[in-house]
Every structure is written in C-alpha cells, then in structure tokens.
C-alpha cells in the first residue's frame, strides 16, 4: 500500500477524461488500495484515480463523520443514469484545488451506474453529500473540475491562487 501525490493545476492531466477500465484486475485493485489510503490520509471524503496521475476511469469516497463506522465505497467506470429534478448546493472543495471553497449546484439525488471491485455492474441512487461527492469525482473522470462550475472569473481566480501557491512551495 502506497500514499500518492495528488495533482494540482497546471497538470494538463486534470482536465483531460480519464479511460474506461478494461478489466477490473489486481492492478485496478491495489490501484483503489492506494486511493483510500491517500484519500483517508489528506483527508479527504472522495478521490478520482487522475488525482493521483493514473487518467483511468476509477473513484473512491466515504462521507461518513469522525466517529462514525467507515463505508467505503469503489466505483469503476462510474455514469450517471438518472439525476433528481430537486437541486443542491454545498460548499465544495478538492484536494487538487487546495485551499478553495466555494458553492457548487447540483441535482440533490443520482443513480450512478458502476462495476464493483468484483467486475459486477451495479446501480446505486446517491443523495445528501454522497450525491455531491459522487458528481464531484465522476466529473474528474471527465476533466471538470468544481471550479468549471462556478463563472470565468472566480474560475481564474482561483487557478491563478492555486498555481501561484505552489510555485511558492517549490521555491521555498
Ligand atoms: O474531500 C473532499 N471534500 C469535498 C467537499 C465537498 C464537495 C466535494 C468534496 S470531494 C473532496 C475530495 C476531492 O477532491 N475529490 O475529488
Ligand atoms: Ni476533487
């Protein structure tokens, strides 16, 4: 098991959509291994595997509370089949863009469309924050990153911030 480095703008990597999993081997196994540990470890409630450089069409998430049991959830080539009417919006951050927070809208419940870490489809119908999260990782397997959601100027706002803050930390 191996913590990854998570990517930052301006990794081309970030924006560019991820490939559909073949074959759901051991690779892809100890890929989501290594996902969870360096989700757990940020911390972070959800991690698409291009945040960890490998463009493949692999997420992880858990959104259960500090003192709550743990539920861990692998989706391979997740899509979304159905999405509520009903909106929601939550303050919404990503490990790949640190240090910024801001309100996203999205359909308050999905069905997600998957294959498990068995290789078997499966159908799920997220709402609350699991619905937010899970629509956050499916649109890093397609290139978008929260920001894409908010108007031009926050958007270059904020990746002027993030990429100026870790031209400082490599300097320093
Ligand atoms: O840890 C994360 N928290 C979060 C909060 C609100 C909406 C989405 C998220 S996902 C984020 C981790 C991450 O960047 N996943 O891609
Ligand atoms: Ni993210």
Redesign the pocket.
């Known amino acids: 098991m191996a913590i990854r480095k998570i990517i930052t703008p301006p990794d081309p990597l970030l924006k560019k959509p991820s490939m559909l999993v073949a074959e759901v081997d051991d690779t892809i196994r100890e890929l989501v291994r290594d996902m969870f540990e360096t989700?757990y470890d940020?911390?972070?409630?959800?991690?698409?595997a291009v945040?960890v450089g490998v463009p493949l069409s692999v997420i992880v998430m858990d959104t259960s509370g500090e003192g709550e049991e743990p539920r861990p959830l692998a989706l391979i080539n997740p899509e979304v089949v159905w999405t509520s009417d009903e909106q929601r919006e939550?303050?919404?951050?990503?490990?790949?863009?640190p240090e910024v927070y801001d309100t996203?809208v999205r359909p308050a419940e999905v069905r997600v469309r998957y294959l498990d870490l068995d290789g078997k489809e499966q159908e799920r119908t997220f709402s609350g924050m699991d619905a937010?999260?899970v629509q956050?990782?499916i649109d890093?397997t397609k290139g978008i990153l929260?920001i894409d959601h908010l108007g031009r100027l926050k958007r270059e706002r904020y990746l002027k911030k993030v990429i100026k803050k870790a031209k400082q930390a490599q300097e320093a």
Request: hydrophobic share 40%; proline share 4%; glycine share 12%.
């Open positions: 989700m940020a911390p972070g409630i959800g991690l698409a945040q939550y303050e919404e951050g990503c490990l790949s863009v996203v937010t999260c956050h990782e890093h929260f």
